[in-house]
């Protein structure tokens, strides 16, 4: 599975932003798929996450009520929009995608996408 993020940039706080991650290799709908992201200095965190059916979402509560990850089944794309983006938001910010619909185990990640918000 090959997975391509695209639509980081920057941006000021309290802004938006949309994050895309076109992904091909397999059926898209049988994956699940994720948003994970790293600031300088900082492990990795997990940030959002949509099954295969977009039926079902989950948040970390740092960016719960301020973003939303969907997916277009038919563009074998998921997206991440993010509102009120706050300095801290600042990261790059990945792409993921588990082996199954409803697994939340990422075995696919795609390249970064820088997100810097600025104050």
């Known amino acids: 599975v090959q997975l391509q993020a695209s639509g980081g940039g920057l941006v000021q706080a309290g802004g938006s932003l949309r994050l895309s991650c076109a992904t091909s290799?397999?059926?898209?709908?049988?994956?699940?798929m994720g948003w994970f992201r790293q600031a300088p200095g900082k492990e990795r965190e997990f940030v959002a996450h949509i099954v295969g059916s977009g039926g079902s979402t989950y948040y970390s509560d740092s960016v719960k009520g301020r973003f939303t990850i969907s997916r277009d089944n038919a563009k074998n794309t998921v997206y991440l929009q993010m509102s009120s983006l706050e300095p801290e938001d600042t990261a790059v910010y990945y792409c993921?995608?588990?082996?199954?619909?409803?697994?939340?185990?990422?075995?696919?990640w795609g390249q970064g996408t820088q997100v810097t918000v600025s104050s």
């Open positions: 290799g397999r059926t898209f709908s049988n994956l699940g």
């Open positions: 993921a995608a588990s082996s199954t619909s409803c697994s939340r185990q990422y075995v696919y």
